[in-house]
């Protein structure tokens, strides 16, 4: 039987979060033990730090936050589609419900991270390094993981259809209850775990990236043509 993987480590939250009011995005900017509800859209911001908050029903869509540093925090029910984060350092954090279509981690450092019930359909992972991260119940369709390291990751009953885990360091990686169909490159997925009933997604997957072709040339209705 495979070792368990480790959990994500919580966010350390104080008791206690002062409202931010008027937030703003700007470069080297910084929130700290704040609650943050606010719609800040298509802002671009460099260096931005937010430590030990919660940000609830915030939207950011489509901003552009380059290295961003995000620890101990929590975000609930956020809009993050199209945000894109290319280089971030995120350390204990938990993402719950939020919408994150084309979220871009490119190049990202994530260390104890757990995303639950997120939608990140063509959410991009590209090059993004991860220690005791956790996928739940995800929506990860078309999803780009090309030569992301997520060693013993955990992405149970997510659906990875259309999924490209090309190049990716995967080993230990629990992908119970998960949706496989269409993966591309899925010979990445050497050393992870799988359940019995995830074989044959699994398998078509693994014959065409293989260039494996399969032919019943003994089929009688072949016969003739």
Known sequence: MAEPVPAPRPPRLPRELAPLVDPELDDHGEWSEREVCAELLDRVATDVSITASRLVRSALTGSTLPRLELRDTVLEGCDLSGVVIDQALITRVELHECRMSGFVATRATLRDVRFVGCRLDEANFRMTKGERVAFEECDLRGADFYEAELVAASLRGCDLTGADVSGANLRGARLHGSRLDDLKG???????????????????????ALDIEVDDEDDPRLDGE
Do not use: E, F, N, Y
């Open 186 to 208: 899925a010979r990445s997925l050497a050393g992870a775990v799988i359940d019995p009933d995830q074989v044959v997604m699994l398998s078509r997957s693994l014959l065409h």
